[in-house]
């Protein structure tokens, strides 16, 4: 019998927001998670920033781009069988929960 490891579908803050202790936070989740749980497999789903030097971009993107692509790519690992964790780095970014279930 073939042992599904989780996925963790991690969820940064947007470097457009530029707040470096948070990205040190992510570092270092991400090396915990390698030197703990080495099997289980970690996806950044932050999505692409493009948008964020145009006036309302960041928020556009942080508002509705990220839950949609929460979502999908919830979805997307759902359908493998393996049912993805969603790992929000920051509480500001909160409302990436309701876009998706379980959380940590």
């Known amino acids: 019998m073939a042992v599904n490891h989780p996925i ?3 969820a940064p803050v ?10 040190l936070h992510k570092a270092n989740t991400l090396e915990q998670y390698a030197r703990s749980a ?5 996806v950044d789903i932050a999505p692409e920033e493009g948008l964020a030097s145009l006036p ?5 993107i942080r508002d509705f781009l990220y839950p ?3 979502r999908r790519m919830g979805a ?3 359908q493998s069988g393996t049912r993805p964790i969603l790992h ?9 929960c309701a876009a998706w279930q379980p959380v940590w």
């Open 68 to 70: 949609w692509r929460a």
């Open 38 to 42: 080495p099997d289980w497999r970690v």
């Open 88 to 96: 929000v780095i920051d509480h500001s970014y909160g409302h990436l």
């Open 14 to 23: 947007l470097r457009a927001e530029k707040w470096t202790s948070i990205d």
């Open 8 to 10: 963790i579908l991690l």
């Open 76 to 78: 997307q690992y759902n």
């Open 56 to 60: 309302f971009g960041k928020r556009i």
